[in-house]
T-cell receptor, first 112, second 115 residues
Framework: LAKTTQPISMDSYEGQEVNITCSHNNIATNDYITWYQQFPSQGPRFIIQGYKTKVTNEVASLFIPADRKSSTLSLPRVSLSDTAVYYCLVGAQNQAGTALIFGKGTTLSVSS | DVKVTQSSRYLVKRTGEKVFLECVQDMDHENMFWYRQDPGLGLRLIYFSYDVKMKEKGDIPEGYSVSREKKERFSLILESASTNQTSMYLC??????????????FGPGTRLTVT
């Protein structure tokens, strides 16, 4: 499974756009990129996934350049409730299903 | 809504005890996972299962075993608990194949303390 590297922490203010970039230099052809969010005392929650270009849902956008060696999670107009740990994962399905490897994540702190 | 439940939120056990952590999901998911989470180390995969009676080792299987006798239930077993197994244990499930298999649903976690 491809290894990912993302910043340990980021700070922001309410109303700002936050971009968290993840590098995955050895991503394989079949790998998808997935992002999760985790609040304190809860399990992680799926946010978004993509393969290439741009994906958008009601929570976030995911930008993936053509070489797919990195990806950027974009959170528009963050609020205090977006304070959480964000995990970037890459992985592919195989005969044994889809196992994702979580790293240490990026701790996002949003202040007023 | 998918629901993943874990048998206990908090558990205190003594060194050397055999410990069972139970996880149940109600969405007929093929895949089930056990992770542990420790400060500064993130989530680490212990074991996962893609079908009944099937299991695969994750990154840190040493000291643990698992059992999946029924599709909805995945048990994590600490054969002889040690203090370095004090941690938060998280169970998750996902569909077997397709893009939806990347979306794992997590339980609330069990905070295990081994004294």
């Amino acid at each position: 499974l491809a290894k990912t590297t993302q910043p340990i922490s980021m700070d922001s203010y309410e109303g700002q756009e936050v971009n968290i970039t993840c590098s995955h230099n050895n991503i394989a052809t079949n790998d998808y990129i997935t992002w999760y969010q985790q609040f304190p005392s809860q399990g992680p929650r799926f946010i978004i996934q993509g393969y290439k270009t741009k994906v958008t849902n009601e929570v976030a956008s995911l930008f993936i350049p053509a070489d797919r060696k990195s990806s950027t999670l974009s959170l528009p107009r963050v609020s205090l409730s977006d304070t959480a740990v964000y995990y970037c994962l890459v992985g592919a399905q195989n005969q044994a299903g889809t196992a994702l490897i979580f790293g240490k994540g990026t701790t996002l702190s949003v202040s007023s | 809504d998918v629901k993943v439940t874990q048998s206990s939120r908090y558990l205190v056990k003594r060194t050397g005890e055999k410990v069972f952590l139970e996880c149940v999901q109600d969405m007929d998911h093929e895949n089930m996972f056990w992770y542990r989470q420790d400060p500064g180390l993130g989530l680490r995969l212990i074991y996962f299962s893609y079908d009944v009676k099937m299991k695969e080792k994750g990154d840190i299987p040493e000291g643990y075993s698992v059992s999946r006798e029924k599709k909805e239930r995945f048990s994590l077993i600490l054969e002889s608990a040690s203090t370095n197994q004090t941690s938060m244990y998280l169970c998750a499930s996902s569909l077997g194949l397709g893009l939806n298999s990347y979306e794992q649903y997590f339980g609330p976690g069990t905070r295990l303390t081994v004294t």
